[in-house]
Structure formats: structure tokens, C-alpha cells
């Protein structure tokens, strides 16, 4: 059984920085791309980042020049590091993760993952 737990988020100020960890643990037949998604109270949830097996990366607009996502494929584990955070970055992060292979799929669409942690909650305060 397939579990994904994160870590990492917490409260901050504007302009500062955290970095969260998805952990995968259990058996899968392929290496995991992995997601990070965000919802803020009263709105969709939306992608933040994707890291593909070979390490491919996306970013949604919002984020692109302040977030990396990366990986760890000794320890099953992605990262996603923020900085300059802005009160707009405030919402419960969720860890995604997909192991099919062989289909087309839309990396930013959450039904297209199979795999989901429980979030961890990113607030930013001025």
C-alpha cells in the first residue's frame, strides 16, 4: 500500500522561504512522477509543481520564479523549496503522485494522480 507523508510547512513571513518533503514509501512498478498542489479556502486546488521520473520539471505561473521542486530517488522523496512567499501562498499543500506510465495524462489535472498525502498547511502573514 502506497502512502505519502509531507513535512515542512508551517507559518512564515512574507519574503521568506520554506522547503517541503513528500516522502513515497511502498511498492510501486515505476518511479513516481510527483506533484505538489495547493488549495486555499474557498478555491480550487491548484498545481504548484511537477517532477517527472527523469527529473523534468513544471511550474505553474504563479510560482515559477520562486519555487523548485527536486527529488530524491534514493529516499523516495521530492522537495519543494519556496521563497519570497507572499500572503497569496497561504493554503494546504498536498503531495501528489502518479506511477502509471504508458498513458497521456495533464500533469496539472488532480485526477490524474493516484496517490495523495494528507497536506501540510503553509500560512504567510505580513
Known amino acids: 500500500q502506497v502512502h505519502l507523508v509531507e513535512s515542512g510547512g508551517g507559518s512564515v513571513q512574507t519574503g521568506g522561504s520554506l522547503q517541503l518533503s513528500c516522502t513515497f514509501s511502498?511498492?510501486?512498478?515505476?518511479?513516481?512522477?510527483f506533484a505538489w498542489f495547493r488549495q486555499a479556502p474557498g478555491k480550487e486546488r491548484e498545481g504548484v509543481a511537477v517532477?517527472?521520473?527523469?527529473?523534468?520539471?513544471f511550474y505553474a505561473d504563479s510560482v515559477k520564479a520562486r519555487a523548485t521542486i527536486s527529488r530524491d530517488n534514493a529516499k523516495n522523496t521530492a522537495y519543494l523549496q519556496m521563497t519570497d512567499l507572499k500572503l497569496e501562498d497561504t493554503a494546504m499543500y498536498y503531495c501528489?503522485?502518479?506511477?502509471?506510465?504508458?498513458?497521456?495524462?495533464?500533469?496539472?489535472?488532480?485526477?490524474?494522480?493516484?496517490?495523495w498525502g494528507q497536506g501540510t498547511q503553509v500560512t504567510v502573514s505580513s
Open positions: 511502498g511498492y510501486a512498478d515505476n518511479r513516481p512522477s
Open positions: 501528489a503522485a502518479r506511477t502509471i506510465v504508458g498513458e497521456r495524462w495533464n500533469i496539472w489535472r488532480p485526477e490524474d494522480y493516484a496517490y
Open positions: 517532477i517527472q521520473p527523469g527529473s523534468s520539471t
